[in-house]
């Protein structure tokens, strides 16, 4: 009787693991993944998988590209250590190929050479994102970005 029960249970795991891995997932899930994946490539400083979340025609108020967020980003992973990423309050839009996400992050590092941990948005004054994807290639791309309240001087 005991292995019977624990057969059907492992069945009964078995078979769960393989219908959760074909229910289908949302597109508001698909961008929650790529931001969640965002932060732990930002945590770990891969600036080419960071990038690869970007896509080629990214553009942001501040009047950056695709190019020069790639050396921003370089600058930022060369500068500071212990990259330490939390996004709160996200909700998710999804029309068609775009969707827009909204939150507000925290992102605290420690300067190379010290053991400070700075607030790096701080100096930006918001910690609010206004966040735009795109599908491209199968998969969301951020497409642009948006600091509400945030004026560039």
């Known amino acids: 009787m005991k ?3 624990i ?3 492992i069945l009964a795991v078995v078979v769960s693991y393989f219908v959760a891995k074909k229910w289908p997932v949302s597109e508001g899930a698909r961008v929650r993944k790529v931001i969640a994946s965002f932060e732990r490539v930002a945590e770990a400083e891969n600036l080419r998988k960071c990038m690869s979340h970007i896509s080629k025609d990214y553009s942001d108020e501040m009047g950056f590209d695709y190019r020069s967020a790639m050396f921003l980003g370089r600058d930022i992973f060369n500068a500071y250590d212990n990259i330490f990423i939390h996004v709160k309050g996200l909700k998710i839009e999804v029309k068609d190929k775009e969707a827009k996400a909204t939150f507000v992050a925290t992102v605290f590092a420690t300067r190379n050479g010290t053991q400070q941990r700075e607030n790096l948005l701080r100096e930006r004054g918001s910690d609010r994102f206004i966040v735009t994807f795109r599908k491209e290639d199968g ?5 642009s970005s948006e600091v509400p309240g ?3 001087e």
């Open 3 to 5: 292995k019977k029960v």
């Open 7 to 9: 057969i059907v249970f």
């Open 139 to 143: 998969g969301w791309k951020v497409l």
């Open 150 to 152: 945030y004026t560039f």
